[in-house]
């Protein structure tokens, strides 16, 4: 019944290859079905000047989609000019994301750009970059606890994301390209292993939806994150 | 017990001035508390090239706030050269609200800009904009049925928004700056006078919140907004 | 015989209404028949690279126009990416004029940034901003007095402008948008309340203009700020 | 007693070659002193949009400045990605002037852009290229009447422009920059050889300045203009 | 001798892998050393204007470099809002190496997009991304010819690049990152199957170079892309 | 047989103004034919923060074309808001072929910029703009020297470029406009009089070259560059 032939509640293959960049700290190639994105956590000294002093460190996302990523080619946002609202919109949720489960003080006065960058889209980037994104971040903090920059993981929470939508009535798990085209509403859940909500983004594309679907869909995104939780501790070895 | 001294579920002062821009097609100044938002809604002949011979309409919005706006002035946008992140999150926000409610298909071949600028932000800007854009949205439409340009107002829903937020563990409705700086997390919800949910965005500030705590503030958000609708309404004179 | 019905040496009904901006240090809204202007001081204390060391404070001013401020919507600069240079060439004059009557070495090195914002054009919005920005600038030097940041206001004159211009042969004085539209010439006068030319600005729109028509709309100038003198000091409780 | 040891009512040395650039339909190089100024008329079919099918054309000017015109180097504005707000005002300057002396009907609809580029800068640099660009763009249209584009040059007046100034209270003719840095008030005048006021742009460097001055100002800049329309006669072998 | 280990003549392991990008109509991951560039050939209807109506064709490439490609994170030309003088210069050379081969009369009016983005930077990427975007275009054109929308494939050559240097005062062939950096000089050759030089660009980073020198580095290139020109083929399936 | 009559390895008429720049350390305006560019030199003591510590001064180029120095009026770079790629390509190589005959430790930490203008464009501006920046910057070194800046004039070479084709199977030397564009390739050289090679640029137009009509391209170079090192000393005085 979805165009994918999956089960409503069924997440597409996933695959996450941890260290795929040569020269990141931290990096993961994340690949949901055909979506893949890969994720590189740069680790820097500076950091931004309204955090001087202050001892806290700064984690932030940059988003970006090679031109061929999409079934047709898209502009160059380089050539263009500017980043899309789209864009920014993305690395600003990856960002905010990441910083809901880092502990900015144990972390000290450095910084760390998480540059997630989808060689192929097929719907669900951002939630990919997003899961993508925690594996390189454990990665570079790893790198730095090894290097004695830092004494432990100033992780506090593990995040992942995940794409809900109602297509055709029915409310779906990780929606692909197809999929999202044709859904009635869609949302998008970042969510932590304990359980908890860090953000969630749903918008009705036809028409508005009711608290009970809303639910729904919570309730598929939580089914489908715990999977992502297993497979970004095997890909980290935990 | 909020620093307003407003109980948890009380809107603040809220006020519709619909008619407010002189040459606008649709205009309404929103106040709520000392947020204020002028919203204008300007006809258009031309349409964007991918709905040109379709017989679709459009709908969308801008955002902007003045540079003195808020406490301490902010860099004027259009000196910098471009608009923030944050303001092209806002205006798309803002444009796939009012098109969830619109008959683009009634609307036929013409287009609707609705500029939402802050005069003065004490948050909860975006939730203002959107409310006081439905009332200079539906004015302009009323403005072309006048003008036999149109033979009905092509709405087929109404919408408002407002914030919710956990203020010191207690779910609290339409949170202004001082409450937002210090909230736990925040929603903004947009929803339709029939109970529908158009958009919601929910951001953990500092921890993760629980899948009871979104529906608390879903709850104050659906009795925050029925207050609202009365307001548009009365605005209208409907 | 004008369009508006005024006599020639008739200005516009004129309104002052300062502090009408929540959060600046001096505001003032300033209406001239339709047209309407907000002015906003802003104190800080950041001054330009040039002026480090040198004991002098710097007054400066931003402009800008609400899209639908006017008969038809216009870009919104912010969104184009560029001032236009109508633009820069106002808010230039604007910081000119009040330099022009501010004792800079008594101010010393802070800075004061005059926002103007048009909510509503009808012609003349550029000499509202210059006689609202000296209302505005005026209460902002007050407030720095009220906190003990200097000693006295640092103003060493009073500023306003006007407009004038020839229509259909006769000298008029405070042109609107539809007599402007159709002006043989036009020339923007800022004045002192000492008597004194602070800028002068005349363009012939059709044909060149004479010594002598542009000596008579000095004088109307004069007599139009003469009142807009009186405005300023009402609206300041002088 | 002024630096340039000149008398008050004396302008610079002056130099006008008429076809300076080789591929320009006109072209003029003016030196004033040491200010040198290249002009080039470049003649075009297409028009902008707003003028289409009205049977008018169009005449604009674009200003520059070689980085090192001046004593210390200056960035370059296509380096820097965009143009003063001087520059733009300059330029629109400039084009309203040659606007003024043209018959846009008589044109027909064709353009003309007049590049002003500043090769060497010593005070007055916009008053020597509306001077300077008069001679260029006359050239241009008697080269489109040879060419029989046009059957007689559509200039209804002549224009040049001059900048004078107080001087140690003294009104001074044609300021360089020594001179023009210490001025009390510098006014620019452009003139038409009929005796009319095409632009007047008056400033108050450091007092305000009085009527009589404005108008001794004025008398300096006709006395000066008149040798500046011989002078650019000369040039064009009228 | 080399850091690398090399021997001068030796070219580091080459790998070309085709059809890697999903959608693109055609594309090539090439891998030289630790070089990695993603090649991907676009095919779309329309062409620039200068083009439209003569029949031709057109080929052009887009260049870019992900941030964390390098050793240190670079930039995102996305987020500055231009790309470099380097990539501009890298990207006109690749689509001129790209036109040199290509019959564009026999082409027809369409156009091909090679957008070449480095994934892992060691040196030379330059030179990588033209050998891979000759098997991508090459693949495009198949693709077309496949679509029946040509009838035969329009290369009129086959190109592929190498970069070669003095490293203490050896010539070598294929520079990486650790040997460029330390080259006297280095040189960039496009050079065809049939022997032809299509591109030569030398630079001395230290001391000028001489004749035989350059004819040295040239014997070294010839040497190098004959063995790029069979790994083309390979990959190609000829 | 050429256009231009010339022989094969003939020479446009040059010519060397040294000093042509009033305010400029060094100048040279430089012209080849009717190909004309301005050389400037200017001398600042602020250096590039990557040099800053070295010891090491700093010698970059900007190059620009008059709008009008052209057969057809081109875009002004400065109000498109960008230099293009062939801008950026010709800056650079101008910058990297001045560096190579410098000896930066002996500079000291002070920057050279020098501004290469095209006033008129006949084909090879950027090898005229080389030619002519070693004298400006020869004389801003020999202006230091005056100064006591420094000790002597830091220059380790003599450089100059000529750009030499493959027209109807001839090589031929210093192609000018008319020649460019029919040539079936084209190679800049930066030459030094030393006899080695700094760059060589070699592209094919229509076909590919082949390594005997490079080492023609290269002869030719040579022999156009012994010419062009006299006619430097010779406006040196040297």
Redesign the interface.
């Known amino acids: 019944m979805r165009p994918s032939g999956r089960f409503p509640d069924q997440l597409r293959d996933v695959e996450l290859k941890p260290g795929f960049?040569?020269?990141?700290e931290g990096?993961c190639l994340i690949r949901m079905g055909?979506t893949e994105v890969?994720c590189?956590a740069?680790v820097?000294a500076r950091i931004p000047p309204f955090l001087r002093g202050t001892g806290k460190g700064w984690v932030t996302a940059?988003y970006?989609m090679?031109?061929?990523?999409?079934?047709?080619?898209g502009d160059?946002?380089?050539?263009r000019?500017?980043?899309s609202?789209?864009?920014?919109?993305i690395?600003?949720l990856i960002g905010?994301s990441l910083r809901?489960i880092t502990d900015r003080n144990a972390m000290g006065e450095m910084s760390i750009?998480v540059?997630c960058?989808v060689?192929?889209a097929d719907g669900g980037t951002r939630c990919a970059a997003i899961t993508g994104a925690y594996v390189a971040l454990y990665l570079a903090f790893k790198h730095c606890v090894a290097k004695n920059v830092l004494a432990k993981i100033p992780l506090i929470?593990q995040v992942a994301a995940v794409s809900c939508g109602l297509y055709k009535e029915t409310p779906v798990l990780d929606l692909d390209y197809a999929e999202d085209s044709d859904a009635q509403a869609d949302?998008n859940f970042v969510?932590?292993a304990?359980?908890?909500?860090?953000?969630?983004?749903?918008?009705?594309e036809q028409?508005?939806?009711?608290?009970a679907q809303?639910?729904a869909l919570?309730q598929l995104a939580k089914s489908g994150t715990s999977q992502l939780f297993g497979a970004q501790n095997a890909a980290l070895g935990l």
């Open positions: 960049a040569r020269h990141a990096s055909v890969l590189t740069s820097e940059e970006g090679l031109p061929r990523a999409t079934h047709t080619r160059r946002e380089a050539a000019g500017k980043q609202g789209r864009t920014q919109e690395q600003r905010r809901a750009t540059d960058d060689l192929t929470g949302a969510l932590t304990a359980g908890g909500i860090v953000e969630v983004q749903g918008t009705a028409a508005p939806f009711s608290e809303l639910m919570l």
